[in-house]
T-cell receptor, first 111, second 112 residues
Framework: QKEVEQDPGPLSVPEGAIVSLNCTYSNSAFQYFMWYRQYSRKGPELLMYTYSSGNKEDGRFTAQVDKSSKYISLFIRDSQPSDSATYLCAMSEGAGTALIFGKGTTLSVSS | DVKVTQSSRYLVKRTGEKVFLECVQDMDHENMFWYRQDPGLGLRLIYFSYDVKMKEKGDIPEGYSVSREKKERFSLILESASTNQTSMYLC???????????FGDGTRLSIL
């Protein structure tokens, strides 16, 4: 069983839609959870960072962590064409330790 | 803002060559990482370092080595490049006591 599972998509939505991106994981020791956005031919850019369970909101983005279900989500409200990118979830057991990544979901937002 | 700079965006080398990929960070981070990213396989950790002159193997260290002589600089070395090392290489850094990792823009390496 892979440690982190993420649906690769592609996911295509119209501008203004609400987007839900998800990852499941098997290691109950994971405590740090991140979402990265990666544009074509660029490195991953940190989008959201949460510790343990709960929600975190930043503008149009909301990250949710449900440790009991081993499930994390990223919601994008009022999606824009500039949100078209690959979204990677990542997680780790401890601060400063190596991250385990999902394989990424490719999102396309059409105007 | 954290800045992680990788010396080359694109690099073409021949099989058997010794290849050096350089990474510099400007945030005094203790931890530095090298990943490779391939379609369908995602990001895989090659090597990481928690301090100067320290190194730890990641998931796929075979065919690679690293050097960290200064805190801000972490080099990845392909000892004898092979075609299966054609990939996107990403460097990242982080603070010792908290996440997250910050990435450079990557080096797209082609081995012919």
């Amino acid at each position: 069983q892979k440690e982190v599972e993420q649906d690769p998509g592609p996911l295509s939505v119209p501008e203004g839609a609400i987007v839900s991106l998800n990852c499941t994981y098997s290691n109950s020791a994971f405590q740090y959870f991140m979402w990265y956005r990666q544009y074509s031919r660029k490195g991953p850019e940190l989008l959201m960072y949460t510790y343990s369970s709960g929600n975190k909101e930043d503008g149009r983005f909301t990250a949710q962590v449900d440790k009991s279900s081993k499930y994390i989500s990223l919601f994008i409200r009022d999606s824009q064409p500039s949100d078209s990118a690959t979204y990677l979830c990542a997680m780790s057991e401890g601060a400063g330790t190596a991250l385990i990544f999902g394989k990424g979901t490719t999102l396309s937002v059409s105007s | 803002d954290v800045k992680v700079t990788q010396s080359s965006r694109y690099l073409v080398k021949r099989t058997g060559e010794k290849v050096f990929l350089e990474c510099v960070q400007d945030m005094d981070h203790e931890n530095m990482f090298w990943y490779r990213q391939d379609p369908g396989l995602g990001l895989r950790l090659i090597y990481f370092s928690y301090d100067v002159k320290m190194k730890e193997k990641g998931d796929i260290p075979e065919g690679y080595s690293v050097s960290r002589e200064k805190k801000e600089r972490f080099s990845l070395i392909l000892e004898s490049a092979s075609t299966n090392q054609t990939s996107m290489y990403l460097c990242a850094s982080s603070n010792r006591v908290r996440q997250p990792q910050h990435f450079g823009d990557g080096t797209r390496l082609s081995i012919l």
